[in-house]
Nanobody, 115 residues
Framework: QVQLVESGGGLVQPGGFLRLSCAASGIAFRISTMGWYRQPPGKERESVATITRDGSTNYADSVKDRFTISRDNAKSTVFLQMNSLKPEDTAVYYC?????????YGQGTLVTVSS
């Protein structure tokens, strides 16, 4: 059974930073493509960042140069470092794992950017 458990969300002021973590189990993490998605209030879920098994990364235009995705294969964990946060970054952030045509999501962690 695949489990993805996110942590690190919370309330932060504009311009602040947060680091999200996602611990994976039940999946061959080292060969999985991992990613972060988010769903702002009243909007569709959107891709934020992805990282492949070989470390190649891709970012949404809205977060480029502010967010960094990384992975620790030894700990089966993927991270999202979020800097210079803006109110429009407010959303539930979900971790995603993709392997052999299957996709799995975590339960999400809420990030609120507000003064």
């Amino acid at each position: 059974q695949v489990q993805l458990v996110e942590s690190g969300g919370g309330l932060v002021q504009p311009g602040g930073f947060l680091r999200l973590s996602c611990a994976a189990s039940g999946i061959a993490f080292r060969i999985s493509t991992m990613g972060w998605y988010r769903q702002p209030p009243g909007k569709e879920r959107e891709s934020v960042a992805t990282i492949t098994r070989d470390g190649s990364t891709n970012y949404a235009d809205s977060v480029k140069d502010r967010f960094t995705i990384s992975r620790d294969n030894a700990k089966s964990t993927v991270f999202l470092q979020m800097n210079s946060l803006k109110p429009e970054d407010t959303a539930v952030y979900y971790c995603k794992a993709a392997l052999l045509g299957r996709e799995y999501y975590g339960q999400g962690t809420l990030v609120t950017v507000s003064s």
